[in-house]
């Protein structure tokens, strides 16, 4: 039986796993801290279109979102199915982005301003006009900087 | 009787159950990079402007997208997968200046490349307010491919790099960066809304 207790000097030792789960351990607190949570709840519904040209959005603390869609159909019965604008939590009208823009403003360094970027992230079904009333608005409130949220695709199709 | 040693809990299952948390934060965490089409809006107008200088109409790609979602460019009917060829046609233009419906061009001191013809091209793009979104970001795409390709087709010709490779090297290199302001200015992208019309509701 001594046969099969003895090990041959020529093997090699197991890897010591001992530290795996310190290892998945500090990868799993990686991604809990940096996991971040919808910070709004979208009240429309959003498919954004899709582009070849597109590119990253950097410096997310400097963006901020306009939502344009749809309600989502929960709340349907409530508001319609007429395009709306979503500006953090709650629907607002197109004359409220003004007031938008500027509380955004405020909360950023005022260095940062000229930096920030508005993100429309509208729904393709939309229809232009409220996306157009929504930039005019942009305009008057000197945001310049804006951004048509879409997916990346290979190829545009009619 | 004797006090028995606690046993040592088996330890060798908690990296099975680290590992389902990573699992389970690593499926939920979006990555979200957000893209999108960057653009800039022309500042708002004030009463007291002047008017805009009138610009020829041979300087003028106009581009009409109506409620039904066609497109109308250049006074013809056309297909969204056509718009692009189209564009770079005439963001390129005709630099003998032969052709009456090509844009001028116009001498311009260029960087590196010193005083060469540029084109007086303008894009011109009119919505309905029915129009859908989605044609709208497809047009405004292939609007801007169309001048990324132009300008790739350039900068490969002139210094034998794309833009993107350029655009790489411009980090560490002033020249590239030269050449990047070069083929811009040789192709501004001009892209131009028209102030929104109304052309009555549905």
New interface residues.
């Given amino acids: 039986m001594s046969k099969f207790k003895k090990k041959k000097s020529g093997d090699l030792p197991a890897v010591n796993t001992a530290a795996l789960p310190d290892i998945v351990f500090m990868l799993l607190f990686f991604f809990m801290v940096t996991t971040v949570m919808r910070e709004v709840t979208l009240k429309v519904k959003i498919t954004t279109p899709e582009a070849t040209e597109i590119k990253k959005l950097e410096k997310k603390s400097l963006v901020s979102y306009i939502y344009i869609g749809a309600p989502i159909k929960a709340l349907q019965s409530q508001f319609g199915t007429a395009d709306r604008i979503q500006l953090n939590d709650a629907f607002a009208s197109k004359e409220d982005i003004i007031a938008f823009v500027e509380a955004e403003r405020e909360t950023h360094d005022p260095a940062e301003v000229p930096l920030m970027t508005f993100s429309m992230k509208v729904d393709g079904e939309s229809e232009m006009g409220i996306v157009t009333d929504v930039k005019q608005k942009l305009r008057k409130a000197n945001a310049l900087k804006i951004n048509y949220s879409t997916r990346k695709t290979d190829k545009i199709v009619d | 009787m004797a006090r028995r040693a606690a046993p040592e809990i088996n330890?060798g299952s908690?990296?099975d159950i680290?590992?389902l948390?990573?699992i389970f934060?690593?499926v939920?965490?979006t990555m979200d990079?957000?893209?999108?089409?960057?653009?800039?809006?022309?500042?708002?107008i004030e009463e007291e402007d002047p008017d805009p200088p009138e610009i020829k109409e041979r300087n003028v790609f106009i581009v009409l997208a109506n409620a039904n979602d066609d497109l109308l460019v250049e006074g013809e009917p056309m297909?969204?997968?056509n718009l692009r060829e189209e564009a770079k046609k005439f963001i390129i233009g005709d630099p003998s200046g032969q052709d009456p419906d090509m844009p001028e061009f116009k001498m311009t001191e260029v960087p590196v490349l010193g005083n060469i013809p540029v084109s007086k091209q303008i894009v011109s793009l009119q919505?309905?307010?029915?129009?859908?979104?989605?044609l709208?970001?497809?047009v405004?795409?292939?609007l801007?491919?169309a001048y990324?390709e132009v300008r790739n087709e350039y900068a490969q010709q002139k210094f034998g790099k794309t833009m993107k490779e350029l655009e790489k090297e411009a980090e560490r290199s002033n020249k590239a960066k030269l050449q990047i302001k070069a083929v811009k200015k040789v192709y501004p992208q001009r892209i131009s809304e028209a102030e929104?019309k109304n052309f009555g509701d549905k």
């Fill in positions: 330890a908690m990296a680290a590992f948390l990573l934060f690593l939920t965490t990079v957000d893209t999108g089409l960057t653009r800039k809006l022309p500042p708002p297909l969204v997968s919505n309905d307010r029915s129009t859908s979104y989605e709208y970001i497809k405004q795409n292939e801007v491919a990324n929104p």
